[in-house]
């Protein structure tokens, strides 16, 4: 039999001779399970709003992207966009046009990202499950147009019901800047509103969709594009996607590069990765100090329990059996409220999963909050409170039952 831990849970079940004791022992387990369910529900927040965020970027960027190394555009030709192609994984492929540009509508003006897509992306596009007003398409007849950001809409008070153009301008590149008629060196294009969508804040406030060839005409472009982006189908695994990569990079050498998502987009990704672990330390934290009501309880029952240990040293017990003792019960204690923590975050955070009974204010994309239950945030947070509340345990143990600290 382990007689410490015997002990020690003796100690942690049985009544104190002083009743406060007690309560702040029971303040301490429950804080320490306020503290743990609270990093499980957080945590598991995070992740579902991160997850969606990922989806709705998911939607304008491509699982790979290929761009030139050098420079802004290139000519996709060759046998490796073929072989692409022909891969089963590959979904689809499109060229990309975009740039910055100046755009005026109805004597309002803005810069924008134009983003000239082909007909592969036009008609395979997830960007048509997003659309808030009119339908998407780039073409209506020999008519060009536009699918435009929900937030530049707004500030242009652009609409798919009105008949007014949109103007897009860019300084020529062929053409020298003329001081005398700075017009002239300026290229436009007019393209019609058919849709406006919504996908996240940052993409609608600058995102504005129109067929490649009329950007390559502002542009004054020929065959040339910016990127080409590549879809992979449904279900195909993230290390199929790392080796696709790989392939394509080597078979198209150092004069390009393949970017996957988290490359497209690398800052807000890192972003994300340091949001999530700056709230997960400041609710350890929080549970540091939560925690120190277990170095008050414990105190006060080293203190109560003298008699205890002059019998059990009496009887032969060593002061590291006597250290061991206590430093298991101010354990047992934040153990316990982990424990408790523990059911109640992830028995919360599943209902909210697969329920959602706690839905999201105003008109969000998603009607309840979002929430996925990660498996190994559950088991950072049980080793972080698990080592907390032992470290905190041994700090009394040190000062009152050390070498040169022997209670009268």
């Known amino acids: 039999m382990n ?3 015997y002990i020690a849970r003796r100690y942690l079940v049985a009544k104190k001779s002083h009743n406060v004791i007690n309560i702040i022992s029971a303040i301490s387990a429950a804080g320490m399970a306020v503290g743990t369910a609270a990093l499980v529900i957080i945590m598991s927040i995070y992740n579902g709003f991160d997850s969606l965020i990922k989806t709705m970027m998911g939607n304008v960027e491509a699982d790979l992207v290929i761009v030139p190394a050098q420079g802004k555009t ?3 030709e060759g046998e490796v966009y073929d072989w692409i192609y022909e891969q ?12 910055q540009v100046f755009i005026s509508y109805d004597g309002k003006q803005s810069l ?6 082909d007909w592969v992306f036009e008609e395979e596009t997830p960007v048509k499950g997003y659309i808030k007003d009119g339908e998407f398409r780039l073409h209506k007849g020999d008519i060009p147009m536009a699918c435009v950001g929900a937030s530049l809409a707004w500030d242009m008070g652009i609409s798919p019901r009105f008949l007014s153009p949109i103007e897009l301008y860019f300084p020529s590149r062929t053409r020298k800047i003329s001081l005398s008629n700075p017009a002239a060196s300026i290229e436009s294009i007019k393209v019609w509103p058919s849709s406006i969508f919504s996908i996240s804040n940052d993409i609608d406030a600058e995102l504005l969709i129109l067929p490649i060839e009329k950007m390559r005409e502002l542009l004054e472009y020929d065959d040339e594009v910016s990127a080409v982006e590549i879809r992979v189908e449904n279900g195909v695994g993230n290390d199929r996607i790392k080796d696709l990569q790989k392939e394509i990079s080597a078979r198209l050498g150092e004069g390009f590069r393949v970017k996957n998502r988290y490359q497209q987009n690398e ?12 709230i997960y330390m400041i609710l350890i934290f929080i549970i540091i100090i939560i925690a120190f009501n277990i170095f008050g309880s414990l105190s006060m029952l080293i203190i109560e329990k003298q008699g205890d240990i002059a019998t059990l040293r009496s009887m032969g017990a060593g002061e590291k059996t006597i250290r061991r003792i206590f430093s298991l019960e101010g354990w047992m204690i ?13 028995g919360f955070s599943l209902a909210q999963q697969h329920w959602g009974f706690i839905k999201m204010p ?10 996925i239950l990660s498996w190994s945030d559950i088991l950072l947070t049980v080793s972080g409170v698990a080592v907390i509340g032992y470290l905190i345990a041994l700090l009394p143990v040190g000062m009152y039952l050390g070498k040169n600290h022997s209670l009268k």
């Open 3 to 5: 007689l410490p831990f």
């Open 74 to 76: 290139f000519v996709p």
């Open 88 to 99: 089963e994984d590959v979904k689809n492929m499109c060229c990309v046009l975009q740039e």
């Open 112 to 117: 924008c990202r134009a983003k000239g897509v």
């Open 267 to 278: 800052s807000l990704y890192k972003m994300m990765k340091y949001e999530k672990a700056a």
């Open 334 to 346: 934040s153990l316990s409220g982990l424990a408790v923590g523990l059911i109640f975050g992830i």
């Open 362 to 371: 105003g008109s969000f994309i998603v009607q309840a909050y979002p929430i």
